[in-house]
């Protein structure tokens, strides 16, 4: 059994897991007997192969404006895409960018060097990485009016509470689920299956010792936590249900966890930018026994990063208590 963290129950699991199925590789996952998936919905557009020649590209990212290439199916874009429609940011010029096999060559050769989704590109300027993108739209877009508060506090308490907890997030609840779902060795499936359910425990109690009043971590107000681990646990969900047998969030106890993905599925900006489940079991299908070149790359930077990242938080914190001092 799973250990329970203090102020939780009990994992409720089946006693042996399910051996996960036969390993589809990626390109049969996109291109299945139901045909190609189409990775683009409904939002924005895709370059021309005219766009898209080198020095035509090269042009169009300097043009005056907001650039920004993104797709629905990866979760660190949709943090960008849903903060866009939280805000109401007008006039942004929404690049469609397929994921896996089908990335086109021209994103890494001149929009992003490292190859990774979402990336801004405004007035000739790059702006990379998803939760930079955030907090640069939040200053650009919110500070000035106000609104940015209700997104990242500005009482240095629960600015604090706000990037902790998106930094623990981010470094014990992500990683996690996409071992789980990698995972094609049967004789490993028990242990990546329980790293999983003790990371949304941790998640759920990182809520509970926060968000008493709910739904959101600062309450009844929509949180930049929401923004940056939501797109996740929508994603976790569906498909660990669907492709790993295990529906975590009705086995296990995380009334919170429940919760706060609820509140946001019925917000009009996240349905705006959301799809429906079987797109997602159908895309993250071929990342059992495959991983992303993304992953390869950058899983070992993922706990560096994160550390990186609370390094900054308390810095920042210390900086706006002396402030208001």
Not at 121 to 131: R, T
Not at 221 to 232: D, N, R
Request: proline share 8%; hydrophobic share 40%.
């Amino acid at each position: 059994r799973v250990p329970a963290p203090p102020g939780t129950s009990a994992v409720r699991r089946r006693t042996r897991p399910k051996a996960p199925a036969q390993t589809p590789t990626v390109e049969a996952a996109m291109s299945s007997s139901e045909g190609p998936l189409e990775q683009k919905g409904p939002e924005g557009r895709r370059l021309s192969d005219e766009e898209a020649a080198p020095e035509a590209l090269q042009a169009f990212l300097r043009t005056p404006g907001v650039k920004l290439f993104s797709s629905t199916a990866c979760p660190f874009a949709t943090r960008v895409n849903w903060l866009v429609e939280e805000l109401g940011v007008s006039g942004v010029d929404y690049i469609h960018v397929d994921l896996g096999p089908a990335k086109p060559a021209w994103f890494k050769e001149h929009v992003n060097p490292m190859g990774t989704l979402p990336a801004v590109w405004v007035d000739g300027q790059q702006v990379l990485e998803s939760m930079v993108i955030v907090e640069w739209l939040l200053h650009r877009y919110a500070v000035s009016t106000g609104s940015a508060s209700t997104i990242l506090p500005t009482d240095p308490a629960e600015y604090a509470a706000v990037r902790q907890a998106v930094a623990l997030l981010g470094d014990k609840c992500i990683a996690p689920g996409y071992a789980f779902l990698r995972n094609a060795e049967p004789e490993l499936e028990a242990a990546k299956r329980d790293k999983f359910a003790e990371a949304m425990l941790f998640a759920e109690k990182t809520y509970a010792d926060h968000a008493s009043d709910g739904p959101f971590f600062t309450g009844g107000t929509l949180s930049l936590v929401e923004i940056a681990y939501m797109p996740f646990l929508y994603r976790f969900a569906h498909v660990v249900k669907a492709n790993k047998g295990f529906d975590f969030m009705q086995e296990l106890n995380v009334p919170h966890l429940r919760n706060a993905l609820a509140a946001c599925m019925e917000r009009p900006a996240y349905q705006r930018i959301n799809r429906e489940p079987e797109f997602f079991v159908r895309f993250y299908a071929g990342l059992r026994g495959q991983p992303t070149p993304w992953y390869k790359k950058h899983s070992a930077a993922l706990t560096s990063a994160a550390t990186a990242v609370a390094a900054a938080t308390v810095t920042a914190t210390a900086i706006l208590l002396s402030q208001r001092r």
